[in-house]
Structures are given as C-alpha cells and as structure tokens.
Nanobody, 125 residues
Framework: QVQLVESGGDSVQAGGSLRLACVGS????????MGWFRHVPGKEREGVAA???????TYADFVEGRFTISQDNAKNTLYLELNTLKPEDSGLYYC???????????????????WGQGTQVTVSS
C-alpha cells in the first residue's frame, strides 16, 4: 500500500519561503516520476513541479524560478522549496506519484496514481 504524507505548510508573509516535504512508503521515489500539485481556491488543481526517476525536473510556467523540487532517495522523501512566495501561491499543496519512470511534459494530474492528503500554504500580503 502506497502512502504519501506531506508536511511543511504554514502561514507566511509575501516574499517569504517554505520547504514542503513528502515522506512515502510502499513505493521507492527514485523509480518513478514524482510531483507536486496545488489546489488554489477558485481554480482547478494544477501541477507545480515534477521530477523523474533519473532526476529530470519540470516546472509550471507560474513558478518563474521561485520553486525547486528535489528528493532524498535514502529517506524516500520529496521536497518542494518555495521562495519569493506571493499571496496567489496560497493553497493546498499535494504530493503525488506516478507508476512511470519519466514525467510527461507537460505533466497533469491524470498521470499520477497516488496522492497525499495535502499541506496548507497561506501567504499574506
């Protein structure tokens, strides 16, 4: 059974930073494409960043170099470093896993089979 548990969400002011983490069990993160998604109020769930089993990364256009996805294979943990946060970045951030080695480009939620419960990020102006 695959389980993904996110943490690190918090309330910060605009311009601040956060580091989200996703710990997994039942699946080795370095064998599949992993991703971060977010659900912003009033919008559909959208992809933020993804990392393939070989370490290749892809980001949504709105990231604009502010976020970095990475993973620690020894800890089976996925990270998302959020910098220069804006109020419009507020939302529920999800960790997700596929069953494929490579990430589709562009990547979408339909490609991901396993999901965590999410961690809330709130950015105030």
């Amino acid at each position: 059974q695959v389980q993904l548990v996110e943490s690190g969400g918090d309330s910060v002011q605009a311009g601040g930073s956060l580091r989200l983490a996703c710990v997994g069990s039942g699946l080795k993160f370095d064998t599949v494409c992993m991703g971060w998604f977010r659900h912003v109020p009033g919008k559909e769930r959208e992809g933020v960043a993804a990392i393939g089993a070989l370490g290749d990364t892809t980001y949504a256009d709105f990231v604009e170099g502010r976020f970095t996805i990475s993973q620690d294979n020894a800890k089976n943990t996925l990270y998302l470093e959020l910098n220069t946060l804006k109020p419009e970045d507020s939302g529920l951030y999800y960790c997700a896993a596929t069953v494929t080695v490579y990430c589709a480009s562009p990547f979408s939620a339909r490609s991901f089979a396993y999901w965590g419960q999410g961690t809330q990020v709130t950015v105030s102006s």
